[in-house]
């Protein structure tokens, strides 16, 4: 039996009653080398047959497996990979096929088996998929696009991360370097080299965050470096990584980083230094049976040479070079990539109803907004339709604030029953302010147990929750948030209160609506700004002369009668121009908004103000009792009365001329009633000025 300060004796007994504990063995086996990692794997075999303990001997298996690819007993390790998935797909258990699945694809990538590999991943996908595990599915993915990244089908692994992308992000930070290093590299690959910077910029952040992430994503950042022709850059960058590569793993030579520190030499014409370098990692390159890196030295070592002159040894590596890319495109060949075209095309016609059904609802929602200006009213619209197609118990249509970093609550809706919630500062925490801050999306179907990815006080949360609606607590959740040209302007949430509510495809759903929501707010939000300065001045906010001249118009289609009531009166600042000149116009500006602010306090409600052009005001008034005159009067008045600051205890007072016509519809067109008006505001100026002249 194992011994004390491997795996004790207790620990095997523990795995009688409780199998799941053979997860805890293996981490602690993690930390073995490979001699003693078998002795104890071989024993535990042997305890599993004897005690009948399937799921021990399966993952036992599994990481024995897992041991024999790293040792290159690819034979050995795919035996037993096979016994185990069979156990697993027994048994259902879907983590255990998809874990042993992963063992496949390593194993079969070492012995360049390209094709089985992405076979095998497409299945694992296909499981993820199926048990709704996002975490499993994110994994699964990002394993097949390193496939494709090693066979240098770099368009296909970058369809497989914009995949991942769109999936809500449950994993580690760790796991996300992963992700946008593989991003990072394949669009370096293809010299998309700003899109690869982009990536690395991420990981940089998150790299300083934890500074004992690899250093992978420096290296990448040197390639990329080289590329565009900053070489002492990337020279610095890749001395970095090899001095950190040697003490971290205790080797002699970092042979990446040589690799591209000698294609600097060769750009720099230092021929001879690129093959002393390439000469001291040769052979542990070709030990590592990376197909790339292999061809990458071959032709280093092509230019180097034919550099030198050397032009025999330039041909040998030429050739070699050839092999090896004749090597790639065979594989590259026997790779079914027609897999996941297949099952892009079913997925297609799967969903082809639910994407029709999504384009009405999202038509229906679009035609509501347009038609609805009233902002509380269009967000009921959006929880009605949205219900239409996902079923919630409780809805929450959120709007974010950047410039103050608070989120408000503009819809809460449970069990039909609308709630009342404070704005939130971003900085509060919550599945919210996660979501808002890292522009991501949140799928839960467990909170209670899977609240720990996004909140650190979920007791604070859970009561806050209880204090709404005690009865009753929400299981399952989805968050989206709504993004307008790479900012986040709000965010969706819907929740239920029973666990496994949501799958995958809801999620795809609630995204497409959270993004067509967004563009129809943000064109909402456009039309009435559109709408506004069509009819309004926008400085002074009252009518513009557009809008003015409609109104008037509109009273030539009432009676004689009534329009025989109105009159129109045109208002100019005197000496506007002398404002303008000797204070400037952000006064001239001043005197014109406060003007027309007491014209539109000092007028009936059934009288029309605006700005006809410059510092000319139009007014239609209504007669009541021969009152319009009154009123005319007032705003002279009350015009010359205002105090216009311009600077600390410093104020200007100015005056207006008046002229005034009846609005004889009758017997004159518009424009000639309008001719009358300016004809007596021209008299009130040669009178004198600050006068109310009438036609």
Known sequence: ???????????????????????????????????????????????????????????????????????????????????????????????????VITGFIGSKCMQHKYAEAIQWGVKAMELAEEANNIELLITIKGNLAGVYI???????????????????WIGTDIN????????????????????????????????????????????????????????????????????????????????????????????????????????????KVLEDRELTNIKIMYNIYNLAYKGLKEYEKAYCYLEKWIEIEKQLRKIQEKAIFTVLDEQKKNMLDKNYKMLYEQNQLIYKIGQNIISNLNKKDIFKVIAEEIKNILNYDIIQIIVYNEETKTYQYQLVIEEDEIINLNSVDICDGGFASYSIKRKEDILINDVENQYYRYIDDHDKYLKEKFNWRAEKFTKSLMFVPMIIKDKVVGDLCIQKYEKNAFDLSDLSTFKILSTYIAIALDNSSLYKKVHYNANYDSLTGIYNRRKIIENINKLKERSDYECENYYIAMMDIDNFKKINDVYGHIIGDKVLVESASLIRNLIGPEDIVGRYGGEEFIIILKNRNNNFKDTLERIRRGIEQLSIEINNDEYINITVSIGVAKFDVKNMTLEENIALADKSLYKAKNLGKNIVVYW
């Open 1 to 99: 039996m194992i011994t004390d300060n491997r795996v004790s004796k207790e620990e095997f007994e523990r795995l009688r009653n409780d199998q799941s504990y053979v997860k805890v063995i293996i981490n602690k086996i993690n930390f073995f080398n490979n001699k003693v990692a078998k002795e104890v794997l071989n024993e535990l075999i042997i305890f599993s047959k004897k005690n009948n303990l399937e799921d021990v001997y399966s993952w036992t298996l599994y990481k024995l497996g897992k041991i024999y690819v790293v040792e290159d007993l690819y034979q050995n390790a795919d035996e037993l990979f096979n016994e185990a998935y069979e156990i697993f797909a027994k048994n259902n258990n879907i983590n255990g096929m998809i874990s």
């Open 176 to 283: 996300k370097v992963a992700i946008y290093l593989n991003r990072a590299i394949c669009e370096q690959s293809i010299n998309n080299l700003d899109n690869a910077l982009y990536y690395i910029d991420h990981i940089e952040k998150l790299a300083l965050q934890h500074p004992h992430y690899s250093l992978n994503w420096l290296l990448e950042k040197a390639k990329i470096y080289i590329k565009k022709g900053l070489t002492k850059k990337a020279e610095e960058m890749l001395l970095e990584v090899s001095k950190k590569r040697q003490e971290i793993e205790d080797v002699e030579f970092d042979s990446e980083s040589l690799i591209y520190l000698s294609k600097i030499d060769v750009i720099n014409e230092k021929y001879q230094s690129a093959i002393e370098r390439l000469n001291n990692i040769e052979t």
């Open 150 to 168: 090693v066979i240098e089908e770099y368009e296909k692994a970058i369809e497989i991360l914009e995949q991942i992308e769109q999936l809500p």
